[in-house]
């Protein structure tokens, strides 16, 4: 039997992509697996999937940012080198990649003595993210953009040798290409794998909209509250749910504050984070899914997941009028699409749904289907065996 170690950092052990679709269809498909990443507390158990966790405590030494990175600098405490000796324990076939800072394992893994395949599968272009940040002026546009240049010619030097590129969208699959075309690569989408079961296809609908994923700015919260301060004159009971962790502990603050000062407090419920087994029944209880992401030139090419798995629920979406998710929305008649900054737009779209019965059914089945016919998992599942079958074959 051939083992594949999964190794990431900065994605939590059971992230959707990396444990619930990649590892557990490689298990199985009868290869070992095994991931070993980060978090609170040591630990390495087997999971009621059948793969090894090996987790490797996180140090945080300060909650400020910059006091934990001086002092982690300090103690020349680098928590990638307990990775590094867990890597050459388990000694597998393949080792996944899919962290930035993970990929800098990657020259010694090559010199292994038994020689193991590296796969590196980029979830985001860290060049890009860094480079299309806020920045205050020119002087700190220079530097970032020096910085993010400095990025992706590392991570493209760094992985030059390796025996497999994947990439979750056909923007990043081209830098990677024009950087090291003699490397193989593929796409594998992150299609969904979560499909409503029979008891969540009779759930009471609890929440008129739900919002799932990061709760940040550029992601369309405070158009969403303003579009729920515009509909609860017409709707004074309307229920609308975020789910996800927000992107820092002042920008909660702010979301709560500005919730409670416009009334709100009876109508927006926010969750923290939601496990991938449970997510599933928030979807059985919502009746439109939101995808409102800023005009930011990342949006303008990253494929969100939670566009197909409110189609598997049957969520009519309402969604931005751009990017990849607007394609997949529109091309499977399945939402509305509008202005993400106007929150005048998403209150109509959202209202119409709600009020007009025969459009919402159409949306929701026409969603199923597409998610069902095409946006899901299992043809993803079956490219990722087959690199599988054939890089561990030479």
């Known amino acids: 039997m051939k083992t594949i170690c999964m190794l990431s950092d900065m994605h939590p052990l059971f992230d959707d992509r990396i444990y619930w679709k990649e590892a557990v269809s490689l298990k199985n498909h009868g290869f070992h ?10 630990s390495d158990f087997i999971s009621n999937e059948g793969i090894r966790i090996i987790a490797i405590k996180k140090r945080v030494f300060s909650s400020n940012i910059f006091i934990h990175k001086l002092i982690k600098t300090l103690r020349f405490d680098d928590p990638h080198q307990l990775m590094m000796k867990k890597i050459v324990e388990v000694r597998a076939d393949a080792y996944h990649i899919h962290d930035l800072k993970v990929n800098k394992l990657g020259r010694k893994i090559r010199k292994l003595p038994w020689k193991p395949k590296i796969i590196y599968d980029i979830h985001e272009d860290y060049g890009d993210m860094i480079r299309f940040r806020k920045k205050r002026n020119m002087l700190s546009k220079l530097i970032t953009y020096l910085y993010a240049y400095h990025i992706d010619r590392k991570v493209k030097r760094n992985t030059k040798k390796y025996n497999y590129y994947l990439s979750v969208t056909p923007y990043i699959q081209h830098k990677f290409i024009e950087a090291n075309p003699h490397i193989p690569s593929e796409i594998i989408y992150n299609y969904t794998n979560l499909f409503p079961d029979e008891s969540q296809k009779n759930m009471k609908k609890e929440y008129d909209v739900l919002y799932s994923g990061l709760i940040c700015r550029v992601r369309g ?3 969403i509250i303003e579009a729920v301060k515009l509909l609860k ?5 309307i229920r609308v749910l975020f789910i996800g962790r927000f992107q820092s502990i002042v920008y909660e603050n702010e979301i709560k504050a500005k919730i409670t000062s416009d009334k709100l407090d009876q109508n927006i419920s926010v969750l923290p984070h939601v496990s991938y087994t449970k997510v599933a029944d928030y979807y059985a209880k919502s009746r439109i899914g939101l995808g409102i992401f800023h005009p930011t030139k990342t949006y303008h090419k990253a494929i969100q997941i939670k566009t197909f798995e409110y189609m598997a629920f049957g969520l009519p979406i309402v969604c931005s009028n751009f990017g990849f998710i607007h394609k997949f929305v529109s091309e499977s008649i399945a939402g509305i699409s509008v202005n993400p900054l106007n929150p005048e737009e998403i209150a109509f779209a959202i209202n119409k749904l709600l009020t ?3 459009l919402y059914e159409k949306y929701s089945r026409n969603g199923v289907n597409a998610a069902k016919s095409e946006y899901n998992w299992q043809s993803e599942e079956n490219k990722l065996v087959k690199i599988y079958n054939h890089i561990l074959k030479h």
């Open 356 to 358: 007009e019965k025969e």
């Open 33 to 42: 697996v095994i991931h070993i990443g980060f978090d609170k507390e040591s």
């Open 233 to 237: 004159p017409l709707n004074p009971d």
């Open 221 to 223: 919260v405070e158009e």
